[in-house]
Each structure stands twice: as C-alpha cells, then as structure tokens.
C-alpha cells in the first residue's frame, strides 16, 4: 500500500511570507502529526490532528497552524515566516489517536527561508 | 515530562559485526513506550523497534534488538551482522499513554558501516 506522502518536497520562500505543507496519510490512518527537524533543537512535535480535529499541540507559536480534511489529509501552515522556520517537517501518521503504536513517516518537506 | 538522551553522536562498525547504540531515558509515567527510529539520507524515519515498558521481555526485530533496563531508565540498540544498508542516523524515542501520547526523541546518532 502507498507510505505517507508529503508535498512539496522542497520548499524556498521569503521572510515573511506563508506557507501550505501537505501532507496524505496512509489509507485508513486517521491521525496525523507533525514534527520539525532542525540540527539545534532535533526533532519536536508541532501538532497531532485526528478524525479533522487538533488532538494536541506542541510548544510553537500561533503562526504554525494545520488542519485536517475528511479524507485525513492534513495541511500545515506557516505564516510571517522567520529564518529559524527553516528546517525538515516530518508528517506522520497512525491507525489510532497518539504515539503508542508508533509511526508512519513520510519523508518530509525541507523548508528554506531566505 | 519526558527526556531522551543520546550521549554518543557519531558511531562506526565494520560490516558483519555487532554494534550497540546508548539510550537513556527520564519519565515521571509508570506506564510508557520507547522506539528506535531509523533515519536514512532518504529523510524517511523509519520504526525499527517498539518496547513496551510494562513488558520485562527484550524487544526483537530480525537483526535488531533492545537492551531495556528499566530500573536504569536504558535503552540500547543492538544491531548484529550489521549491513551497508544500516548506515543512517539512530533516534531513540518515548511516550506515555494516552490520547494525548507524542514522541520525545533523543538528538540522534549518526552510525557508518565500513565496508
């Protein structure tokens, strides 16, 4: 069966700017999260959304938001972005709510800003 | 709160030997879970063991296994016979139970298989 798919792969945008990270999960998979990968601060959990609502939110600010449609596709986005936005963001996705089960990874878009 | 810590950033092992990755973990939960990811330059984390704490049996996946000391909140990686293809970096990982579960990782550990 297809793995978890994550669109764009690539990704550079201006200071300032927004932007829309898609990410499709696993057929069946209902819950989606999301991780930030940087070389300083390694990998940190954004948000979790399931069954179209957000379960869970890491320690970011309110520019990072996301969402999640009725087929489990989830988007995240990013608005006024910073220079320190750029990094690797990881969707993930799971049969069920959380992490216990563990995850499906896709791999990734890597955001530039510039 | 949950910590992971990885102390070793880089590690190498001939091809066909054993190498062991370090893990050391801090949790305030009795009930709790702990992962070795795989991370290849494809950028896919990949699941490559799952323990679940309230069970005192390692974890095993083919050439993989764990060493769970959960008295020492450890948790080694053993990978055996290891291959080319293992070459990646390493993150050990941790949750607690519960609808609001999420991964804690540790920093990771690069690991080179010479050939």
């Known amino acids: 069966k297809a793995g978890v798919t994550q669109t764009p792969r690539y990704l550079i945008k201006t200071r300032g700017q927004q932007v829309t990270l898609s990410c499709s999960p696993i057929?069946?998979?209902?819950?989606v999260s999301w991780y930030q990968q940087t070389p300083g601060q390694g990998l940190q959990f954004l948000f979790e959304?399931?069954?179209?609502?957000?379960?869970n939110k890491g320690n970011f600010p309110g520019r990072f938001s996301g969402r999640q449609f009725s087929n489990s596709r989830s988007e995240m986005n990013v608005s006024t972005l910073e220079l320190g936005d750029s990094a690797l963001y990881l969707c993930a996705s799971s049969m069920g709510q959380g992490a216990i089960y563990g995850y499906t990874f896709g791999s990734g878009t890597r955001l530039t800003v510039v | 709160a949950q910590t992971v810590t990885q102390s070793q950033p880089e590690m190498s092992v001939q091809e066909a030997e054993t190498v062991t990755l370090s893990c050391t973990y801090d949790?305030?939960?009795?009930?709790?879970?702990l992962f070795w990811y795989k991370q290849p330059p494809s950028r896919q984390m990949i699941l490559v063991i799952r323990?679940?704490?309230?069970?005192?049996q390692n974890a095993t996946e083919n050439r993989f296994s764990v060493n769970f000391q959960k008295a020492a909140k450890s948790f080694s990686l053993k990978i055996s016979d290891s291959q080319l293809g293992d070459a990646a970096m390493y993150f050990c990982a941790s949750t607690f139970t519960g609808a609001n579960s999420k991964l804690t990782f540790g920093k990771g550990i690069t690991l080179s298989v010479r050939p």
């Open positions: 057929s069946g998979h209902r819950s």
């Open positions: 949790t305030s939960e009795s009930d709790y879970y």
């Open positions: 959304y399931f069954s179209e609502t957000q379960r």
């Open positions: 323990q679940e704490a309230y069970k005192q």
